[in-house]
Structures are given as C-alpha cells and as structure tokens.
T-cell receptor, first 111, second 114 residues
Framework: QKEVEQNSGPLSVPEGAIASLNCTYS??????FFWYRQYSGKSPELIMS????GDKEDGRFTAQLNKASQYVSLLIRDSQPSDSATYLC???????????FGTGTRLTVIP | SAVISQKPSRDICQRGTSLTIQCQVD?????MFWYRQQPGQSLTLIAT?????????ESGFVIDKFPISRPNLTFSTLTVSNMSPEDSSIYLC???????????FGQGTRLTVV
C-alpha cells in the first residue's frame, strides 16, 4: 500500500465549475497534510496546508480533512483555465520530517 | 515563506560525468531535503541534509552516487555522480522551517543526461 494515493486523472471540468481532488493516506498517525500545484516544467507550489479535521478555506480553495477516514481533499471553486495543472497531495508521517507525495492528479479546466 | 534559489536551472550532461546542484535559502533552516522527480512521476525523497552531520539517505539512494554537503544553515549541494541517462530527472531542493512544517521548494534543476 502506498503512503499517499491519488487518482491520477486526468480530471476535466468546465470553467466556473467546482473541481474536487481526493487523496488517501496510510499512516493513521499523520498530522500534517498539504496540497501542491505543479505546472508543467515547474516546481511544486504550496497552495494549502491543513492539520485539523474539518474544512479550511483560502479564497477559491477549500481543503477538507477527515483523519478517521484517512482522507484529505481539495475543492477548487469557480475553476479557471489557469488552474489547469497537476495537484499533488503530500503528507508528513508520524515521526518523519519529510513529505510523502502522491502521484498527483492532472486537472484540466475547459474554457 | 522561505525563498529558495537553486542552480543550475537546467543542464545537459554527458554520461559518466558529475553535476553539482546548489541550493541557497534566504533564512536559516533546520532541515534541507533533496527530491527527485522522474518524467511523469511524483517526487521521491533522495536524502535529508542536516547541518553538521552526514546526510540521511532513503532506500535506493547511496552517498557514493548522490553526495551531499551542508556546510551551514542556509546552503546545501547535491552531486549526481557518474551520470547515466536514467538520472535524467528534475532535482528539487526543499526546506522546512523551525516554526512550522510547511515545505517550500526551489525552482528545480532539470537534468538531461545524453
């Protein structure tokens, strides 16, 4: 079982719609969760971090964490073509200092 | 957030040669991490570089192939030694901070070995 799993996609949504990205993780004791956006040929850019159960909103982005289900998601409201990128879910496992990454979900927002 | 400068941004190298990648941070950080991202893949941790001690390597990565230096709290280098085409990847430096665990990345080094 991989530490972090994501649906690789591709996920296509029309402009203005809500994009929903999902991630599960294997280490039940994990405490820190991150979403990165990576444009082609660029390095990952941190867009959201979440540490507690529930929702965390930042502009058009909402991260949701459910530790009981070992599930974290990212919602992008009013999706724009500029949101088209690969979204990487990352987790810091119990006792570790580094990030464990999922394989990423490629999102395409269709104008 | 920390500002991380990584260089070179890209290079094309001959097989059998070595390349040293530099990572400079604008503030003192406890840990620096080196990741590899092979084409179409996610990021894999190569090693953790701590100031004043040997780097800690992940399974599948060895010091002879990827020697790392960490001379102070703002700088680290990763060398890719005796390169082969399989080493063609993006190499990324990242840091955490003392205050929180959010990790920030440099712009990456795109390496092509021919």
């Amino acid at each position: 079982q991989k530490e972090v799993e994501q649906n690789s996609g591709p996920l296509s949504v029309p402009e203005g719609a809500i994009a929903s990205l999902n991630c599960t993780y294997s280490d039940r004791g994990s405490q820190s969760f991150f979403w990165y956006r990576q444009y082609s040929g660029k390095s990952p850019e941190l867009i959201m971090s979440i540490y507690s159960n529930g929702d965390k909103e930042d502009g058009r982005f909402t991260a949701q964490l459910n530790k009981a289900s070992q599930y974290v998601s990212l919602l992008i409201r009013d999706s724009q073509p500029s949101d088209s990128a690969t979204y990487l879910c990352a987790v810091i496992k119990t006792g570790a200092n580094n990030l464990f990454f999922g394989t990423g979900t490629r999102l395409t927002v269709i104008p | 957030s920390a500002v991380i400068s990584q260089k070179p941004s890209r290079d094309i190298c001959q097989r059998g040669t070595s390349l040293t990648i530099q990572c400079q941070v604008d503030s003192q950080v406890t840990m620096m991490f080196w990741y590899r991202q092979q084409p179409g893949q996610s990021l894999t941790l190569i090693a953790t570089a701590n100031q004043g001690s040997e780097a800690t390597y992940e399974s599948g990565f060895v010091i002879d192939k990827f020697p790392i230096s960490r001379p102070n709290l703002t700088f680290s280098t990763l060398t890719v030694s005796n390169m082969s085409p399989e080493d063609s990847s993006i190499y990324l430096c990242s840091v955490d901070t003392v205050l929180n665990t959010e990790a920030f990345f440099g712009q990456g080094t795109r390496l092509t070995v021919v």
